[in-house]
């Protein structure tokens, strides 16, 4: 009876284990500028399960893009991992060589950026870029006709119409809208298993915001991909995902299902941000959080947003707070999640 019970826990841990395909593990990252050290990262963790739609949420300069260019190993050369690891598949991303490096790439984890002006180059054509993607994802000796069929069928994939014509086209005659689904419909294309949404739609207005953030949802639904979306746009997070961490100055404060954090803040952090939403029954005025993100050359002792935080005592100022499971699912990193209101 007990090696039964063994074995069916052993069975249910190596499902769970399959289950996952990103997981990031305490990781701190920081850079060397002008004489002195930013500690940007300090004890990042969060998972990604197959399948599973990811949100990161915070104010500009909270570390959410260095943590995208941290999974893909691609942090700045005055950038350096001070420890942690990035496991993509159970392989540690730091560990590897840079052949395993670039076929993770290739068909693991692909990124979105946020500004498709600067990720397409204007004096190439759409075709001569789109292709060069392709030949790097399927291998300099697969034929060009092969990856133009490949190509058009990703411009389609993404509802742009006219495929034949947008490859022909080179990145100024389009809009912005369209370059930002070309740069999906190369993402995508090469077969990758994780997206890495950075503010897909900053750069676009609200109504080819709401396209572009529909369109990633569905293609994630139909080709089973999961995605990390990273935004400072509550409203975006919440429709988008099914999981958030919460991420203020380079820490993961809040995370959980989306619905469970966004129903029952615990953070002091979390909750100035909702308080900064607008009402729509017009009720009052929405309030900002006062003070800044801190200078990550001589960031707080303790918690980070200690400074700013109304419930902070002498050990937020002075200690780390340990990252604790309040509900099931549902982590906070707070000495006093149970007073905040």
Not at 146 to 164: G, K, Q, S, T
């Amino acid at each position: 009876m007990d090696n039964t019970i063994d074995i069916s826990l052993a069975n249910q841990q190596t499902a769970a284990n399959d289950a996952v395909l990103l997981e990031v593990k305490d990781l701190s990252a920081s850079f060397d500028v002008y004489g002195s050290t930013s500690h940007v990262l300090d004890g990042i963790s969060f998972t990604v399960e197959k399948g599973q739609r990811v949100g990161l949420v915070g104010e500009s300069g909270c570390g959410k893009t260095t943590t995208l260019k941290a999974i893909l190993n691609v942090l700045a050369k005055n950038g350096r991992v001070d420890h942690g690891a990035v496991l993509f598949e159970g392989r540690d991303v730091f560990q590897m060589d840079s052949n395993e490096l670039a076929e993770m790439r290739r068909h693991g984890a692909g990124m979105i950026f946020q500004d498709p002006s600067s990720a397409l180059n204007p004096v190439f054509s759409v075709e001569t870029q789109f292709l060069t993607a392709l030949k790097y994802a399927y291998g300099v000796g697969t034929p060009k006709q092969e990856l133009r069929d490949i190509a058009i069928e990703a411009l389609n994939n993404v509802m742009l119409p006219d495929p034949e014509r947008i490859l022909k086209s080179f990145p100024f005659q389009l809009s912005g809208g369209m370059k930002q689904r070309v740069c999906i419909a190369i993402t995508i294309a090469a077969g990758r298993q994780l997206l890495l949404a950075d503010e897909p739609g900053t750069s676009l207005d609200v109504t080819i915001q709401d396209q572009i953030l529909r369109l990633i949802n569905k293609l994630v639904e139909e080709k089973d991909l999961s995605v990390i979306m990273v935004s400072h746009s509550l409203g975006v997070i919440r429709e988008s995902t099914s999981h958030v961490n919460i991420m203020y100055a380079g820490t993961v404060v809040e995370s959980g299902l989306t619905t469970d954090v966004f129903q029952n803040p615990r953070h002091p952090y979390t909750v100035a941000l909702m308080a900064c939403l607008p009402k729509l029954t017009g009720a009052g005025i929405a309030k900002g959080i006062p003070g800044r993100v801190p200078d990550y050359s001589k960031p707080p002792k303790g918690c980070r947003f200690a400074p700013r935080c109304p419930y902070a005592k002498e050990i937020c100022h002075n200690e780390k707070p340990a990252r604790t499971e309040i509900s099931p699912g549902h982590w906070v990193s707070c000495y006093f999640a149970n007073e905040v209101i």
